[in-house]
């Protein structure tokens, strides 16, 4: 993804500001869209188009840490680049810990800016990236007969089959045909495989009562 394919929302109260960022992010090939308030922004945001936030910490109505939360009340995994006149450490701090990628001090530097951004970009590839796999793990697992789901979340526990079968209260040659057919819809070859995949949508293993006592 090249610049080009990556917005940069600029948000921001003073008119001057968001000219500037705009003329310098756009002389770096990227394409900005201005917002002089939190509430304009949100009402044309589109979570889906990659991009990330340059939001001004202070502002009338939402201030830059509200609409941080309002975000991420959403789930809107939008990176965020904080810019402030104030250098102040609390809400730096808050704002870092709720997952902004930077911090920077109003003026800011072109470089610091620049850099920020190609940061943000980078965390929402891969984020989107992640995303886009656990949606098709998802689908692979929405195949699954109900008891095929169920012999997988006894597989990744580590089960045998005639484990497995005893907890069912079916003969291992069942299993065996359930647990076939299951591995082949989730395309892969070993118990590793399958483990390494359901983690990735915190797909928890099924434990025996025994174990759970």
Known sequence: MGTADFAVYLIDDDPGVLKALGRLLQTAGYKTKAFSSSEAFL???????????????AMPGLDGL??????????????????TAHGN?????????AGAVDFLLKPVKRDDL?????RAANQDRLTRRA???RKTIHALLEKLTPREREVLTHVIAGRLNKQIAADLGTVE????????RMMAKMGVRTVAELVR????VSLQPRLPAADLA
């Open 173 to 180: 040659k069942t299993i065996k045909v359930h647990r076939s």
């Open 89 to 97: 450490v609390p809400k730096s701090v808050r704002a870092m810990r």
């Open 131 to 133: 995303y886009a796999e």
């Open 114 to 118: 620049l850099q920020a951004v190609k």
């Open 43 to 57: 009402d044309e945001h589109d979570p889906s188009v990659p991009g990330c936030a340059v939001l001004d910490l």
């Open 197 to 200: 995949l359901t983690e990735k």
């Open 66 to 83: 509200e609409l941080q939360q309002t975000l991420a009340h959403q789930a809107a995994d939008r990176p965020i680049i904080f810019l």
